[in-house]
């Protein structure tokens, strides 16, 4: 019972996450040498930081044609739009899903489908607030196409906001992906977009909140509508 309870709290950590704790860690101890309330303050932020990096197990639904959440978030845009030009799939409109991270969720990202990455893409950008809907064109970005077995390819784009200035992708071209798989993270407060294949509703719904890797957000063969919601 208190190995689970701990397990609640205590949480693998990203390896980029390390380096940033450590830093954290060495100026609260020099806080507190300078005064005690600020140590205080800084244990606060230590902990926060070693929070932003976690990176938990997750149970990923394994039914062919499911597409999960590449992030924690709650959905922020649901719209029609061209997926970017860097990836070669085409000018017509797709319906993206846009996935908003703040400081507080886990930045981890996975992979919304299984499948061959056939393109990945960096362009720099600006740093405007990542929910806001020119952030897909003006930020600096990471895009990757990934190529499913049926040959449809769906993008996937990693977006830095306001206060995030590091994109990290950890997969190479030509490798082939889990549904579920880590593929790279964003520090901090960020954006992760889908683009759907043509003809796939969104199973989300605006304000939505997402689980990486767990939360469905379509179907490859469901015929139902997009799905509406409110709040209660």
């Not at 606060?44 to 929070?51: D, G, Q």
């Not at 061209?82 to 899903?97: D, F, K, Y």
Request: hydrophobic share 45%.
């Amino acid at each position: 019972m208190a190995a689970d309870m701990l397990s609640t709290v205590v949480k693998p950590i990203h390896k980029e996450g390390y380096k940033f704790i450590g830093i954290f860690a060495a100026i609260t101890l020099l806080l507190f040498v300078i005064w005690q309330p600020f140590g205080w303050i800084g244990v606060v932020l230590t902990v926060w930081c070693y929070y932003f990096f976690r990176d938990p197990e997750r149970q990923t639904p394994i039914r062919d044609g499911l597409l999960v959440s590449p992030a924690d978030g709650v959905i922020s845009l649901i719209e029609p739009a061209i997926p970017p030009a860097e990836l070669n799939m085409g000018s017509a409109s797709l319906t993206r899903v846009s996935v908003f991270m703040n400081v507080f969720n886990c930045h981890v990202n996975r992979a919304p489908i299984g499948g061959k990455i056939t393109n990945i893409s960096y362009r720099a950008g600006k740093f405007f607030n990542a929910s806001l809907d020119k952030a897909s064109e003006q930020n600096e970005r990471n895009s990757l196409a990934i190529e499913m077995e049926d040959g449809r390819k769906i993008a996937v784009v990693q977006i830095a906001g306001l206060v995030a200035r590091r994109i990290l992708c950890e997969v190479k071209e030509g490798e082939v992906l889990a549904t579920g798989a880590r593929f790279g993270m964003i520090r901090f407060g960020s954006r992760v977009d889908v683009y759907l294949p043509e003809g796939v509703e969104p199973l989300v719904a605006l304000g939505q909140t997402m689980i990486s890797a767990e939360t469905v957000i379509a179907d490859l063969y469901a015929q139902e509508p997009r799905r509406l919601a409110e709040a209660r």
